[in-house]
């Protein structure tokens, strides 16, 4: 799924946890730094680079809560996901307060936590390639750019999102519902009266090349074919 293997800085006290993660991780083609308490994963974090922080709220000599405010100092998008014993509302809102992407419980089902894992990396500005050939075009994810030869058109944020989650989708039936849950996050009719406007202007940036296009499937959605190259 990714062109290297992302590496994730893994703050867990629970030394035979951690090793069973690791273990799990590293065999799933992540790289896994263990670290057994939270003053030597922010260590770590300082003089490392990371693509997703794992941490546990409850250790000894810096929490997890503590960690995630050192790591926010250094870098405020880093994926964050704490693992925690207590189902606490209060504990929830603290961690989603931090900036956390997620929440596992202890005990957590290994595979449920591998998912979040590559959802959240998915999802990453860093784990996006940066410059993407469309037919003619360049789509360059971090400028928010089209180009066509010596000629650029500036796009939108939710432009761009969309644009990413269909060439991630190309040539296969797109689910207007799907696509609505990803980049909204929720579907409503209001939501995919807004879709449809944007799709529009993508059709209008893109109708200098006629080898791709976005087709309509009537009560489904879409797909966007695109030239394999």
């Known amino acids: 799924?990714?062109?290297?293997?992302?590496?994730?800085?893994?703050?867990?006290?629970?030394?035979?946890?951690?090793?069973?993660?690791?273990d799990y991780l590293e065999n799933e083609?992540?790289?896994?730094?263990?670290?057994?308490?939270?003053?030597?994963?922010?260590?770590?974090?300082?003089?490392?680079?990371?693509?997703?922080?794992l941490l546990d709220v409850m250790m000894p000599k810096l929490d997890g809560f503590s960690l995630a405010k050192g790591i926010r100092l250094k870098d405020k998008k880093i994926p964050l996901i704490f693992i925690t014993a207590k189902a606490l509302k209060e504990d929830k809102l603290k961690g989603y307060g931090l900036g956390a992407d997620d929440y596992i419980t202890k005990p957590f089902d290994e595979e449920e936590l591998l998912w979040k894992i590559k959802a959240i990396i998915r999802r990453s500005p860093a784990s996006i390639t940066e410059m993407i050939s469309l037919g003619e075009?360049?789509?360059?994810?971090?400028?928010?750019?089209?180009?066509l030869g010596e000629k650029t058109k500036r796009i939108t944020e939710k432009e761009r999102d969309i644009i990413h989650?269909?060439?991630?989708?190309?040539?296969?039936?797109?689910?207007?519902?799907?696509?609505?849950?990803?980049?909204w996050g929720e579907n409503d009719y209001?939501?995919?009266?807004?879709?449809?406007?944007?799709?529009?202007?993508i059709r209008k940036y893109l109708k200098e090349d006629p080898s791709i296009h976005i087709e309509n499937v009537f009560g489904v959605g879409f797909i966007f074919n695109v030239p394999e190259k």
């Open 137 to 147: 075009y360049i789509f360059d994810f971090h400028n928010q750019s089209l180009r």
């Open 29 to 53: 083609g992540f790289e896994v730094k263990l670290c057994k308490d939270g003053e030597l994963a922010l260590k770590a974090f300082q003089v490392g680079r990371f693509d997703l922080c």
């Open 165 to 183: 989650y269909l060439f991630n989708h190309r040539n296969q039936v797109i689910k207007r519902e799907a696509m609505l849950e990803e980049l």
């Open 1 to 22: 799924m990714f062109k290297e293997r992302p590496k994730i800085l893994l703050a867990e006290d629970d030394l035979h946890l951690g090793i069973l993660l690791v």
């Open 190 to 201: 209001f939501l995919g009266r807004s879709l449809d406007v944007f799709i529009t202007k």
